[in-house]
């Protein structure tokens, strides 16, 4: 045979190299799932084994601080770019952009699927940058093209209803990207919109959300049931999160705006009931926050300039040159005949503990049953970013303030591990070529000692 045994054991070292470089791309998988509304204690209100046996394989953090304003939107979009509102944009569901002159409601789907309103950069899009495959199921901003990017796969939003037998639906043709056998997606984003309609509806503390946490739970363990029935248990790392959380709201803790504000006096008056955003016309700036500001004590209003730094809600044209927040458990109504009444609400200040969501990890990349502190949202996308092997956008977040979530010389290290096995696996290759070359060529390469041996390579040659 002309294949020697150097050769051989080439081979065997080739093989090896190539598939440690394999095993570690494999661990570049990630799911990231958000439960919206999920606030951060509801996983002690009911028996939830499904999240029980997720954290027991994974890390837990006592919850995360979530972005100023605690909005779906805004906080949704953070996750993704690692960014505060007033960096990525989003800085409510509805606000005023002047440079556009247009408003955006979270409802609108043309704003929705508007990029100009979108800023930073998405996960997704920083992973199809690296040369990765997304697949995103109706997460904030995946409708928009985001600096020239859609994800690879992902579905237009539609309002539904929550059943089991969709949400199972959904889960399914996430695994069906994640398991395609052409292109399948290393990074997959599923969102429900539970528990927080429900929240809303029935009030965090009622018997309707703890049968909502029990579907959530139910998904859960279809999903991780999914995840081990087609072998990707150590090849996924999975993030379960949320949004922010949502506290109590009672009809007597209302105040209406009746008598104090004149709007043929603002260009635009944005209430969305747990704050409102205004824009005087010029020159009645003055007039409009001193009758504001005079309404009740359960609100507060701020000048822009004068909103408190550690919100990081400032430093952007949409937010409002006045500025309204009630109170956690407050509501703010237009006049006496405004219904807006629901008996959850979230969109308070984001260090009430009610406005807290859930971090739930696990997968080949994390710790084992570990309780971690809490740490903002904004930390999640580099925290992506790094099992993903990527390199992240700018960001306002920071690796070290989550690298402790990682298994031990995990962090950092596996983009290593990969590199060096494609150098190795590379280098291994090249030699094994050259030594094939060398094989084949053998005969013809060999100097001849005699006339004869000139004839012989002649009929070799002709004979071939």
Same mark, same amino acid.
């Given at each position: %045979?002309?294949?020697?045994?150097?050769?051989? &054991?080439?081979?065997?070292?080739?093989?090896?190299?190539?598939?440690?470089?394999? &095993?570690?791309?494999? /661990?570049?998988?990630l799911l990231l799932i958000s439960f919206d509304g999920f606030r951060w204690d509801y996983l002690s209100k009911v028996d939830t084994p499904n999240f029980d046996r997720f954290i027991a394989n994974g890390v837990k953090a006592d919850w995360i601080k979530d972005t100023y304003t605690s909005l779906t939107f805004p906080n949704h979009y953070t996750i993704v770019t690692g960014l505060y509102e007033e960096s990525h944009g989003i800085v409510a569901n509805e606000f005023y952009d002047p440079d556009l002159g247009m408003e955006f409601h979270n409802h609108n789907v043309t704003n929705v699927q508007d990029g100009r309103f979108w800023g930073g950069e998405p996960i997704w899009v920083t992973n199809q940058k690296n040369g990765g495959t997304s697949g995103v199921f109706y997460w904030v901003g995946s409708e928009a093209e985001i600096?020239?990017?859609?994800?690879? &796969?992902?579905?237009?939003?539609?309002?539904?209803?929550?059943? %089991?037998?969709?949400?199972?639906? &959904?889960?399914?043709?996430?695994?069906?990207? %994640?398991?395609?056998?052409?292109?399948?997606?290393?990074?997959?984003?599923?969102? /429900?919109?539970?528990?927080d309609a429900t929240g809303h509806r029935f009030g965090p503390d009622s018997p309707e959300v703890e049968d909502m946490i029990r579907q959530c739970d139910n998904i859960t363990g279809y999903i991780l049931d999914q995840i081990a029935e087609h072998g990707l248990n150590d090849l996924v790392n999975i993030i379960i999160t949320s949004d922010h959380g949502m506290t109590n709201m009672s009809k007597d803790r209302f105040i209406t705006l009746d008598g104090h504000v004149d709007e043929t006096k603002t260009d635009h008056f944005l209430n969305y009931v747990i704050g409102a955003s205004v824009w005087p016309k010029s020159g009645f700036e003055d007039e409009i926050y001193k009758n504001l500001s005079a309404i009740d004590e359960h609100v507060k209003v701020w000048r822009k300039s004068e909103i408190p730094a550690e919100y990081h809600y400032s430093n952007n044209k949409r937010i409002p040159e006045i500025l309204m927040a009630a109170?956690?458990?407050?509501?703010?109504?237009?006049?006496?005949d405004d219904k807006h009444y629901l008996l959850g609400r979230h969109g308070f200040n984001n260090s009430e503990m009610d406005m807290h969501p859930i971090f739930l990890a696990s997968g080949p990349s994390f710790k084992k049953g570990y309780v971690s502190k809490p740490f903002e949202n904004v930390q999640i996308y580099g925290l992506m970013c790094e099992l993903l092997n990527i390199v992240p956008a700018p960001n306002n977040g920071s690796l070290d303030a989550v690298s402790h979530l990682l298994a031990d010389n995990v962090s950092r290290s596996v983009n290593l591990v990969w590199q060096i096995a494609l150098l190795v696996g590379g280098t291994l290759c090249v030699i094994l070529?050259?030594?094939?070359?060398?094989?084949l060529f053998k005969p013809y390469l060999k100097k001849p000692k005699s006339l004869h041996d000139w004839d012989d390579r002649s009929a070799l040659l002709e004979g071939a």
């Amino acid at each position: %045979m002309w294949i020697g045994k150097s050769t051989i &054991h080439i081979w065997i070292l080739t093989l090896w190299s190539l598939a440690s470089y394999a &095993h570690a791309k494999q /661990f570049e998988r990630l799911l990231l799932i958000s439960f919206d509304g999920f606030r951060w204690d509801y996983l002690s209100k009911v028996d939830t084994p499904n999240f029980d046996r997720f954290i027991a394989n994974g890390v837990k953090a006592d919850w995360i601080k979530d972005t100023y304003t605690s909005l779906t939107f805004p906080n949704h979009y953070t996750i993704v770019t690692g960014l505060y509102e007033e960096s990525h944009g989003i800085v409510a569901n509805e606000f005023y952009d002047p440079d556009l002159g247009m408003e955006f409601h979270n409802h609108n789907v043309t704003n929705v699927q508007d990029g100009r309103f979108w800023g930073g950069e998405p996960i997704w899009v920083t992973n199809q940058k690296n040369g990765g495959t997304s697949g995103v199921f109706y997460w904030v901003g995946s409708e928009a093209e985001i600096k020239g990017y859609r994800p690879n &796969h992902y579905a237009n939003y539609t309002v539904h209803n929550a059943s %089991m037998e969709l949400w199972v639906n &959904h889960t399914d043709q996430v695994i069906d990207w %994640m398991t395609d056998p052409k292109d399948p997606v290393n990074l997959a984003l599923l969102y /429900f919109k539970e528990p927080d309609a429900t929240g809303h509806r029935f009030g965090p503390d009622s018997p309707e959300v703890e049968d909502m946490i029990r579907q959530c739970d139910n998904i859960t363990g279809y999903i991780l049931d999914q995840i081990a029935e087609h072998g990707l248990n150590d090849l996924v790392n999975i993030i379960i999160t949320s949004d922010h959380g949502m506290t109590n709201m009672s009809k007597d803790r209302f105040i209406t705006l009746d008598g104090h504000v004149d709007e043929t006096k603002t260009d635009h008056f944005l209430n969305y009931v747990i704050g409102a955003s205004v824009w005087p016309k010029s020159g009645f700036e003055d007039e409009i926050y001193k009758n504001l500001s005079a309404i009740d004590e359960h609100v507060k209003v701020w000048r822009k300039s004068e909103i408190p730094a550690e919100y990081h809600y400032s430093n952007n044209k949409r937010i409002p040159e006045i500025l309204m927040a009630a109170d956690e458990g407050w509501g703010i109504k237009q006049n006496w005949d405004d219904k807006h009444y629901l008996l959850g609400r979230h969109g308070f200040n984001n260090s009430e503990m009610d406005m807290h969501p859930i971090f739930l990890a696990s997968g080949p990349s994390f710790k084992k049953g570990y309780v971690s502190k809490p740490f903002e949202n904004v930390q999640i996308y580099g925290l992506m970013c790094e099992l993903l092997n990527i390199v992240p956008a700018p960001n306002n977040g920071s690796l070290d303030a989550v690298s402790h979530l990682l298994a031990d010389n995990v962090s950092r290290s596996v983009n290593l591990v990969w590199q060096i096995a494609l150098l190795v696996g590379g280098t291994l290759c090249v030699i094994l070529l050259v030594c094939i070359v060398r094989e084949l060529f053998k005969p013809y390469l060999k100097k001849p000692k005699s006339l004869h041996d000139w004839d012989d390579r002649s009929a070799l040659l002709e004979g071939a």
